[in-house]
């Protein structure tokens, strides 16, 4: 791929049912965060796109084929799709690097992922087993899952490639046909993924990507009567949104929502490693990362020792141009969110916050020439508040940690839990047994001990109360996409006795 940022000269095509053409909607831009410069150029999709892409993909759905697979006829198809991604990693992971931001290093491992989550999900197609259940009379009973049909991904900016994967793949594996709505502003690797997933083999019809607002676009899709789920991953008040839609046509959704995940670093920790991990949970991807630990609670007599080692590592991260091996935090997504960023550290020294180290916009003497344009802010840790305060427990999405000492578990645990949001927690401990005690303690969807942010395919993800419903990966991730039926098969030697036969 050229080094040049504009992905392509002209308007980028967009996929309604397998056909490739001008969405029908308004022309807009993605923009590279670092340097504020165009991507790409593209028609959003309209009304009627949404209409004809479902309508194709239902009928799709009933004539391709794909549904009455066997299950390791769609698993080739999907360990196809994995190779492609891997045989083009470098130029998906640079479209990333352009299309949100991230570093080259992160967007490298987000192709890598999205390639393991089809390899997972075609093996896991493979494996999957109905079940004979005990039958309670004369008949044979069994448990079977059906593909639901045409269902929906709408996924967020932050890693696109990732969420994209974790819908598309399950979804494909189960038999269904997918419009997928990705972030307005990040359209790029939805669209190449529906690419290889065409060139890989799976039939016409089943895939439509429908880059556009979510408002319209993707309430046109949530609200269509031959949509039969939604998998969405966003922010939680869009989620209660498309679930209140969902309740009024008896949808299933799934919801993968926000995070304010607390990291408790305990006095017997090992603080190289619970440094480092905190710096990765909370600074890796600039903060705008779901389960980002972002509420740090330390033992009271390790806390200046451990802030201070903190605020050196915070202060020696590389903060800059995403597209350098070296460069371990990119920009923030936009300039409006870098606004949000900078409102919520506003509001946390409003609150009683001291400001122990980044509290700023990236000065222009660390920023060389069209990056002097980007969307950076400083990695920024917050002293003095008390976890009741609207910043320790509202979600930020950027690169900002609120630090606290602790006195005693019980307080640990009651303010660790004290939040609305319960996606994930990390916990810095030698003391095995310990450790384990606090972690089933916590309300979380994934807890980490002495790591942070490490996530496999199969294990199955996700939030707890306002953070989600639901769960993707593992192999019963596939499920979500079917519906499950009882089957009843007769052995009797005589008729039913109710009816008066004679
Ligand atoms: P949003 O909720 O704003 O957007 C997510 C997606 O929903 C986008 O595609 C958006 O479209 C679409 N959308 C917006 N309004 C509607 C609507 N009325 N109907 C249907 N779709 C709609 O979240 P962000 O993009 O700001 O993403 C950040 C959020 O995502 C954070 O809260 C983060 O924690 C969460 N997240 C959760 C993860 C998890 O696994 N738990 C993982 C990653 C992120 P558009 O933006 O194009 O208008």
Redesign the pocket.
């Known amino acids: 791929m050229k080094s040049t940022t504009l992905i392509s000269e002209k308007l980028l095509p967009i996929c309604i049912a397998g056909e490739w053409r001008l969405g029908g909607g308004e022309v807009y831009e993605s923009i590279y965060p670092a340097t504020g410069e165009v991507v790409a150029r593209l028609c959003a999709a309209s009304l009627a796109d949404v209409e004809e892409a479902i309508q194709r993909a239902h009928k799709a759905f009933l004539t391709s084929g794909w549904a009455k697979k066997l299950p390791h006829e769609r698993a080739t198809v999907l360990f196809r799709i994995a190779q492609l991604i891997r045989e083009n990693a470098e130029e998906l992971a640079q479209k990333q690097r352009l299309d949100n931001g991230k570093s080259i290093k992160e967007t490298r491992a987000l192709v890598a992922s999205a390639a393991g989550t089809f390899q997972f999900f075609g093996a896991a197609c493979e494996t999957l087993e109905d079940s004979i259940t005990p039958s309670r009379g004369d008949y044979v009973t069994m448990s079977v899952h059906e593909p639901m049909g045409v269902v929906a991904a ?6 696109p490639i990732v ?1 994209d994967a974790q819908k598309m793949a399950p979804a494909l594996a189960a038999g269904c046909a997918i419009v997928l ?5 990040t359209p790029v690797l939805a669209l190449e993924l529906a690419r290889i997933c065409q060139a890989a083999g799976v039939p016409k019809g089943l895939i439509s990507v429908l ?5 319209v676009i ?2 046109a ?2 609200k269509h009567p031959l949509v039969k789920r939604v998998s ?8 209660k ?2 679930a209140r839609i969902a309740a009024e046509k008896m949808m299933p959704v799934s919801m ?4 304010k995940s607390p990291t408790m670093v305990l006095e017997d920790a090992d603080l190289d490693h619970a440094v480092a991990g905190v710096l990765y949970g909370i600074f890796s991807s600039s903060g705008q ?3 980002a630990g972002s509420r740090l609670f330390v033992a009271e007599p390790i806390y200046d020792e451990f802030l201070s080692r903190l605020t050196a590592g915070a202060r020696a991260l590389r903060v800059g141009d995403p597209s350098q091996d070296t460069t371990q935090m990119g920009p923030l997504i936009s300039s409006s969110h870098r606004n949000s960023v900078e409102r919520y550290v506003e509001l946390g020294v409003s609150e009683g916050a001291s400001i122990r180290t980044g509290g700023s916009r990236l000065g222009n003497d660390r920023l060389l020439g069209k990056l002097s344009n980007g969307y950076f802010y400083e990695p920024t840790i917050l002293e003095g508040l008390s976890n009741k305060a609207r910043t320790a427990q509202e ?1 930020i ?1 950027g690169p900002v940690l609120v630090a606290m000492p602790f006195k005693d578990e019980a307080t640990l645990i009651e303010e660790a839990n004290d939040s609305v949001y319960a ?1 994930a927690a990390g916990i810095w401990s030698r003391d095995f047994k310990r450790a384990w005690k606090l972690g089933r303690a916590v309300q979380a969807g994934t807890v980490w001990i002495n790591t942070y942010k490490q996530l496999s395919s199969s294990t199955p ?3 707890w109360r306002d ?2 419903l639901g769960r ?1 990966k593992g192999r019963a991730g596939i499920f979500q996409y079917m519906e499950q039926k009882g089957m009843y098969w007769g052995t009797n030697e005589m008729p039913l006795p109710w009816a008066n036969l004679s």
């Open positions: 709408i996924t967020p900016w932050n890693s969420s709505k990705p972030a307005e502003i880059p556009g607002k979510g408002s993707g309430d899709i949530t969405f991953t966003g922010g939680t008040s869009t989620g949104h498309i993968e929502l926000g995070g990362s779901c389960i979600e999405f996606l993800f996700g939030g953070s989600g993707e």
